[in-house]
């Protein structure tokens, strides 16, 4: 089946700067969308969704951007602190697709630096 | 509220055992799903619950992998024989409905010898 991917695997930011982890998904048919934290030895921590009638959705220092025109997803994580430090799973989902259930990508590695 | 509970953290077999993995996830939650993460990939469907029934299990390896959710609420992932590749992390998680956020629990490091 289509899946999601991931643009770099590794992402690495100074302390205090603002991060960007991009993602490109495949299936045009995709309507919903997950952005997830998983810190070692955890379970995937839910950060952030948009739905795809939207194009931008701000959190607590995180904003997630869609961009249906191209199938590209990015997160924004603003003044990165030491506990951002994590990999970075975007997911997606056809909420008409049925049987289909989530599907993540290969996720980003992102690095403070201090 | 209480997150997704799993059992046990960790697990070492040696392959042809069998294994059981135990999951208990949010009250209220009809919806469970199984996932298997290798290291550095991103988590990977083997099934999702609808309460008792398994709506997809497209992706569950059916000849050594079986699962159920008796009453709708815990559920248990067992491997009847285990095999070297079957070592990685397994992953529970619930949600309100299909297309609402996923909840996970903190997985089952499986280590197959």
């Not at chain 1, 960007?20 to 921590?45: L, M, V």
């Not at chain 1, 009638?53 to 030491?82: C, E, Y």
């Not at chain 2, 248990?76 to 024989?81: A, E, S």
Request: hydrophobic fraction near 35%.
């Amino acid at each position: 089946g289509e899946s999601v991917g991931l643009h770099l695997p590794t992402l690495s930011v100074q302390e205090g700067d603002n991060s960007i982890i991009n993602c490109a998904y495949s299936n045009s048919a995709s309507d919903y969308f997950i952005w997830y934290k998983q810190e070692s030895g955890k379970g995937p921590q839910f950060i952030i969704d948009i739905r795809s009638n939207m194009d931008k959705r701000q959190g607590q220092r995180v904003t997630v951007l869609l961009n249906k025109t191209v199938k590209h997803l990015s997160l924004q994580i603003a003044a990165t602190q030491p506990g951002d430090s994590a990999v970075y799973f975007c997911a997606e989902i056809d909420s008409g697709g049925g049987a289909d259930g989530l599907t993540f990508g290969k996720g980003t590695h992102l690095i403070i630096q201090p | 509220e209480a997150g997704v509970v799993q059992s046990p953290r960790y697990k070492i077999i040696e392959k042809k055992q069998p294994v059981a993995f135990w999951c208990n996830p949010i009250s209220g939650h009809n919806t469970l799903y199984w996932y298997l993460q290798n290291l550095g990939q991103g988590p990977e469907l083997l099934i999702r619950y609808e309460n008792e029934e398994a709506v997809d299990d497209s992706q569950l390896p059916k000849d050594r992998f079986s699962a159920e959710r008796l009453k709708g609420v815990d559920s248990t992932l067992k491997i009847q024989p285990a095999e070297l590749g079957d070592s990685a992390v397994y992953l529970c998680a619930s949600s309100l409905s299909r297309v609402s956020p996923l909840h996970f629990g903190n997985g089952t490091r499986l280590t197959v010898t």
